[in-house]
């Protein structure tokens, strides 16, 4: 008895953390319990919260993963130098900023209790597709069909297609070349990746002649040989088959082996479509009119080549967003939606406030723009039996009334509000209650 009297302290501290697997470095790593409004489930919002001990435990395990973290950027889950731009070689930093990220968000979540932030749910998601954009904002069945009719004319012009095409490798290469160590597979990925930007060169707009061929005149005498046949999307698609390959090989490739993935979805629905550019204008047109139309059929919902598309569309770039999201509704029927982004820095510097904004700007666009989509009104009733998207009159009590905020938190941060392309953003300091 005297001994199990000893022992009952010890034992309901320990109740306080949870020993996790071993991890792929062969290390095993305490989890902190978490909060109360950590989970969607209705028991696990009811439970007490943890004892102050646990506040101070998970305090210092943050502090010291800020410090390892100091000047890494890990945006879209790989470690990048916040400065260059390029990954880290550290094997363990992504696991590290992995760990900063969910034991903050634990954190802050149960801190909120004791009146130091407004209590909110915040739930890590990865923004890959139209379909979780959609899923968030509580988009119904209905609505989504007047999205998907409203991004695809926009998102799948040549122009932009094209030009995402050239985004990803780019982005792979730069990825590449930042890397210490290249294995046989990484090597293939770097020459089939090069080899297929020439082949996108060779063939844009940009004739290897001064002019292109519907603007020279055409030759006396013609040429006795056989024209060469078109070159098609074909090759594309079969170099991307390729380089999808050599990059399942690298984990740390992982994400671009699937971004080149989604892309190949898109290159499938064109491959027997002309890719050169050096022809007629009225051949080119209608190629370009081809694409077009296809990828708006074929491209679903759900489809990460539309989303990645999307992306470029608005920002230029092709990689994926990984933030905390958080909502609240009110109002009649809940039709009122307020949406809070959050991220968590290790730096509190000005160049990771400042990236840190301009990552959940981003975000918040992307929400903006699929709202704005999703009340809009289809007129299927069209002559040529096509659907045609009808602008909504500006009823606020119809569609109801979205508001955008942005979260930072981190250490040695000082505490105010920035408005940053029309969105409020707060910035909030990691302290114990």
């Given at each position: 008895?005297?001994?199990?009297?000893?022992?009952?302290?010890?034992?309901?501290?320990?109740?306080?953390?949870?020993?996790?697997?071993l991890?792929?470095?062969?290390?095993?790593?305490?989890?902190?319990?978490p909060?109360?409004?950590?989970?969607?489930?209705?028991?696990?919002?009811?439970?007490?919260?943890?004892?102050?001990?646990?506040?101070?435990?998970?305090?210092?395990?943050?502090?010291?993963?800020?410090?390892s973290?100091?000047?890494?950027?890990?945006?879209?889950?790989?470690p990048?130098?916040a400065?260059?731009?390029?990954?880290?070689?550290?094997?363990?930093?992504?696991?590290?900023?992995?760990?900063?990220?969910?034991?903050?968000?634990?954190?802050?979540?149960?801190?909120?209790?004791?009146?130091?932030?407004?209590?909110?749910?915040?739930?890590?998601?990865?923004?890959?597709?139209?379909?979780?954009?959609?899923?968030?904002?509580?988009?119904s069945?209905?609505?989504?069909?007047s999205?998907?009719?409203?991004?695809?004319?926009?998102?799948?012009?040549?122009?932009?297609?094209?030009?995402?095409?050239?985004?990803?490798?780019?982005?792979?290469?730069?990825?590449?070349?930042?890397?210490?160590?290249?294995?046989?597979?990484?090597?293939?990925?770097?020459?089939?990746?090069?080899?297929?930007?020439?082949?996108?060169?060779?063939?844009?707009?940009?004739?290897?002649?001064?002019?292109?061929?519907?603007?020279?005149?055409?030759?006396?005498?013609?040429?006795a040989?056989?024209?060469?046949?078109?070159?098609?999307?074909?090759?594309?698609?079969?170099?991307?088959?390729?380089?999808?390959?050599?990059?399942?090989?690298?984990?740390?490739?992982?994400?671009?082996?699937?971004?080149?993935?989604?892309?190949?979805?898109?290159?499938?629905?064109?491959?027997?479509?002309?890719v050169?550019?050096?022809?007629?204008?009225?051949?080119?047109?209608?190629?370009?009119?081809?694409?077009?139309?296809?990828?708006?059929?074929?491209?679903?919902?759900?489809?990460?080549?539309?989303?990645?598309?999307?992306?470029?569309?608005?920002?230029?770039?092709?990689?994926?967003?990984?933030?905390?999201?958080?909502?609240?509704?009110?109002?009649?029927?809940?039709?009122?939606?307020?949406?809070?982004?959050?991220?968590?820095?290790?730096?509190?510097?000005?160049?990771?406030?400042?990236?840190?904004?301009?990552?959940?700007?981003?975000?918040?666009?992307?929400?903006?723009?699929?709202?704005?989509?999703?009340?809009?009104?289809?007129?299927?009733?069209?002559?040529?039996?096509?659907?045609?998207?009808?602008?909504?009159?500006?009823?606020?009590?119809?569609?109801?009334?979205?508001?955008?905020?942005?979260?930072?938190?981190?250490?040695?941060?000082?505490?105010?509000?920035?408005?940053?392309?029309?969105?409020?953003?707060?910035?909030?300091?990691?302290q114990?209650?």
């Open positions: 008895m005297e001994c199990r009297r000893r022992m009952k302290p010890l034992l309901r501290a320990n109740a306080a953390r949870r020993v996790l697997p991890t792929p470095g062969g290390r095993r790593g305490i989890h902190f319990a909060g109360p409004a950590s989970s969607d489930d209705d028991d696990e919002q009811e439970r007490a919260p943890p004892p102050r001990r646990w506040y101070r435990a998970a305090y210092a395990r943050l502090l010291r993963h800020a410090g973290l100091r000047g890494v950027d890990h945006a879209g889950g790989l990048r130098d400065a260059a731009g390029s990954l880290v070689a550290c094997p363990h930093a992504a696991a590290r900023a992995a760990h900063f990220d969910a034991l903050a968000r634990e954190f802050v979540t149960a801190a909120a209790g004791f009146g130091h932030h407004p209590p909110m749910k915040l739930k890590e998601t990865s923004l890959s597709s139209l379909t979780r954009v959609c899923d968030v904002l509580g988009v069945a209905q609505r989504r069909k999205v998907r009719l409203t991004v695809c004319p926009q998102v799948t012009q040549h122009h932009v297609w094209r030009g995402a095409l050239e985004e990803v490798l780019l982005d792979l290469q730069a990825d590449m070349a930042s890397l210490e160590r290249s294995s046989p597979a990484t090597q293939m990925a770097e020459q089939i990746a090069s080899a297929c930007t020439r082949f996108l060169s060779d063939t844009a707009d940009e004739a290897k002649s001064s002019s292109p061929a519907w603007m020279r005149p055409t030759p006396f005498k013609k040429p040989q056989a024209p060469s046949p078109a070159k098609t999307w074909q090759e594309v698609l079969d170099m991307f088959t390729d380089l999808a390959k050599s990059l399942a090989a690298d984990p740390r490739l992982a994400g671009h082996a699937q971004k080149v993935e989604a892309m190949k979805e898109g290159l499938y629905q064109i491959r027997d479509i002309v050169e550019r050096d022809i007629s204008f009225k051949e080119a047109r209608r190629h370009d009119c081809l694409v077009q139309r296809k990828l708006s059929k074929s491209l679903g919902h759900s489809s990460r080549c539309l989303y990645t598309l999307l992306l470029f569309y608005l920002y230029g770039t092709v990689r994926d967003m990984e933030v905390h999201v958080g909502k609240c509704l009110s109002g009649k029927g809940g039709r009122n939606v307020t949406i809070h982004t959050a991220k968590f820095l290790a730096d509190g510097d000005e160049l990771a406030v400042r990236s840190g904004i301009k990552q959940l700007s981003r975000a918040l666009g992307v929400f903006q723009f699929v709202w704005e989509a999703a009340n809009t009104d289809y007129d299927a009733a069209n002559d040529n039996g096509k659907d045609v998207i009808v602008k909504k009159k500006n009823d606020e009590d119809a569609k109801g009334v979205l508001e955008l905020q942005g979260h930072l938190w981190g250490f040695d941060v000082e505490e105010k509000s920035v408005t940053y392309r029309g969105h409020v953003f707060h910035l909030h300091q990691i114990l209650p």
